[in-house]
DNA sequence: AAAAAGCGTTGACATAGATCAACGTTCATC
DNA sequence: GATGAACGTTGATCTATGTCAACGCTTTTT
């Protein structure tokens, strides 16, 4: 049944939908895995085993400084992709921590089934040029707001563009993703609820 | 004789080398264009016209703010793609100017052109998908560093990563390129020349 | 039921970096 | 050869945001 969302939501991305082959593809090599919460999907120093589609759930994507602090770089919901690409693409060991912020279910995929029976599929091409340029253009836009934009106007930013993270996440979560303290997140609230 | 650098070029980024005819159709449909500096590639709403490949020169990519201030976003020098995919690729008014800082020649093409004779190529989806790849990950390491690192830090890793920045951008542009004020990187540098 | 952990808030204080302004060089243009 | 941009530097001051610490409220764990 969760296949179901994964092959919706491919039919959403590429041009002409999937063929009943293609379909009996993905719901033979895509398996169920379950997360609890706290449990990883990938750590740091590890290479990314899993391409993973989320189901039901949510995860965080962070790194790790000297000092213990988390900085999250990435956070996932239903219907995204959870992975570290470069990782999982290129084998090289990933910086970066994914782990499950509340207990979760995706459909992944190994390299070696990617490889065997994904790799040459047309569209898994289509998909993953589609989903790589959306991100680029998604990072772009960080950039430029992280550089040009105030710690409230980069709240007001995120309220529009991915409403449900705020719906989701705590604000220390909201906070490290935004780039700022979760004591300066709080002010700003509070600040905004003032006006 | 400028054709020979992007097929040399588009050779090292594909896996197996462009076929005479593919090297045919580069040298009979990109077309030299040369821009003196100052000129524009492409201004803020307008629709991206050019795909560009830099032959020779320099040029930069940023917004401009209320107040006339260049915020910059990216830098490019000879065999790099200058242009703004998105508005090239989907039609949409570009919310950035791309000029020339040094006299520059690019080779370009129309997205008439791209549609009519590259759009089906082998090699033109192959190149792209490694391009938008690569532009991503350097993008979510951008998203990381401005939000972890300090000035001194950001300035240090530049170096590293792209020296030929240094050399060819006066540091008001570097200073903008890396999130910071002209003061700011000026101060840095000075400090840093004492230790 | 108690203890502990996670989360958000508020206050006092510290600081990196921005802003504004003045000045000296170098370089291009007439 | 003079004039004015464009560029970099330095100083004084300002400000947004970070840091540290304490407190209260839930929620989870034992």
């Not at 999907?41 to 391409?51: C, F, R, V």
């Not at 065997?116 to 898994?124: G, P």
């Not at 340029?133 to 040009?148: N, S």
Request: aromatic share 10%; net charge positive.
């Amino acid at each position: 049944m969760s296949h179901q969302t994964l092959i919706a939501y491919i039919n959403r991305q590429i041009a002409s939908p999937l063929t009943e082959e293609e379909c009996a593809l993905i719901q033979e090599y895509f398996v169920p895995k379950k997360l609890r919460k706290h449990q990883f999907l990938l750590q740091e120093g590890d290479i990314s085993k899993w391409a993973g589609f989320v189901v039901k759930g949510a995860l965080k994507m962070y790194t790790v400084d000297e000092t213990g602090r988390e900085n999250i770089l990435g956070l996932f919901l239903e219907n995204w992709w959870a992975g570290d690409r470069e990782s999982f693409a290129n084998g090289t060991p990933s910086p970066y921590f994914i782990d499950a912020f509340e207990d979760s279910e995706l459909l992944v995929m190994t390299k070696e089934v990617f490889n065997a029976h994904f790799k040459n599929q047309r569209f898994v091409a289509e998909l993953t040029r589609t989903l790589t340029e959306r991100q680029a253009l998604k990072l772009l836009k960080r950039v430029h707001a992280t550089k040009t934009l105030t710690a409230e106007q980069r709240l007001i930013d995120l309220e529009k563009t991915y409403p449900e993270f705020i719906q989701r996440f705590p604000q220390h979560i909201i906070a490290s993703y935004l780039g700022m303290t979760k004591e300066t997140l709080s002010r700003i609230r509070a600040q905004m609820i003032k006006k």
